[in-house]
């Protein structure tokens, strides 16, 4: 089964094959949830968001066609399912659009703190992880799904279901923010100054 291709995996489910959906999980489970996480900033959510992901996976197996990459269509269902629990949550209002670029959420910040919050500022990998959480949200899934997925620009396109040119542009400017917020890091890391 580790030989075959995420495609023929998913027919073989659909065929009946029950050890496919075993291989499909061991491959998808973990970036799945990783993915799930960096959006939701919460393990208890992520993992709900997983599970669902595979539920829907077996129950949506026989609407499967191979007319794309199955990474595609696994994280365009943990996709939709993020923003059906962030409307229902409430976590943001209303769908607010910044007035600048009607392609780009407001992200408003739930009154929880976050994991983020609470641990120290001193680990390079914490504020990076701060700094992604803080940019806009098409910005910070488009990143997240480019850098920790290692999906291509095509596919994000079709997960978030944007023209490839926003894509190229919400990640340009996700990584120039990035830049800016951790210049001054990397130079006060590094023993320079903040001039």
């Not at 050890?19 to 919460?42: G, I, Q, T, W």
Request: charged share 30%; hydrophobic share 40%; glycine share 2%.
């Amino acid at each position: 089964m580790q030989n075959k291709t995420d495609v023929e995996l998913m027919l073989e489910y659909q065929s009946g094959e029950a050890l496919a959906m075993d291989e499909l999980l061991a491959r998808y489970k973990n970036p799945v949830y990783h993915f799930a996480l960096r959006l939701s900033r919460n393990v208890a959510e992520a993992q709900d968001i997983t599970q669902e992901v595979f539920l829907r996976v077996h129950r949506d197996r026989y609407f499967y066609r191979p007319t794309g990459k199955f990474s595609t269509w696994i994280f365009s269902i943990a996709h939709n399912l993020f923003i059906s629990r962030m409307r229902k949550a409430r976590w943001m209002v209303l769908w607010p659009r910044k007035s600048e670029d009607s392609d780009e959420l407001i992200d408003v910040e739930s009154p929880d703190p976050t994991p983020l919050e609470t641990v120290a500022n001193d680990d390079f990998n914490q504020v990076l992880k701060q700094c992604i959480q803080a940019l806009p949200f098409l910005q910070r899934e488009a990143l997240v799904l480019r850098e920790y997925q290692k999906l291509d620009y095509e596919e994000i396109a079709r997960i978030l279901h944007k023209p490839l040119g926003t894509i190229k542009t919400l990640i340009f400017r996700a990584r120039s923010a990035l830049k800016d917020k951790l210049l001054p890091y990397i130079k006060e890391s590094k023993g320079g100054s903040h001039e």
